[in-house]
């Protein structure tokens, strides 16, 4: 089991700038992949950014690319979402996800096994 902590959502105006984090504990040696998706009220979950664990390739959404980075501290178990340059269409709930098998299709949520309990990020115009 691997148990995901999130942090670091608030309250922002636009172009400000957000660091969430998420902390894993649990059988954090057999993560493979760790990514980010978000959801807004009313739309479906959708992919952010994720990241290889061991490897520290990174992959990213088009809307968000340019402007969000995801990096990880394998010491410390906990990958983070750096995010700049915010827009009122990057509100949502933010959720951090694990996965223990392989980087496949890494932007479909139903592919995840673990997920956190979620971040508000809320980007006021």
């Known amino acids: 089991q691997v148990r995901l902590v999130e942090s670091g959502g608030g309250l922002v105006q636009t172009g400000g700038s957000l660091r969430l984090a998420c902390a894993a504990s649990?059988?954090?040696?057999?993560?493979?992949?760790m990514a980010w998706f978000r959801q807004a009220p009313g739309k479906e979950r959708e992919f952010v950014a994720a990241i290889d664990w061991s490897g520290g390739t990174t992959y990213y959404a088009d809307s968000v690319k340019g402007r969000f980075t995801i990096s990880r501290d394998n010491a410390k178990n906990t990958v983070y979402l750096q995010m700049n340059s915010l827009k009122p269409e990057d509100t949502a709930n933010y959720y951090c996800?694990?996965?223990?098998?392989?980087?496949?299709?890494?932007?479909?949520?139903?592919?995840?096994?673990?997920w956190g309990q979620g971040t508000q990020v809320t980007v006021s115009s």
């Open positions: 996800a694990a996965d223990l098998t392989n980087i496949c299709c890494y932007y479909r949520p139903n592919r995840y096994d673990y």
């Open positions: 649990g059988r954090t040696f057999s993560i493979y992949v």
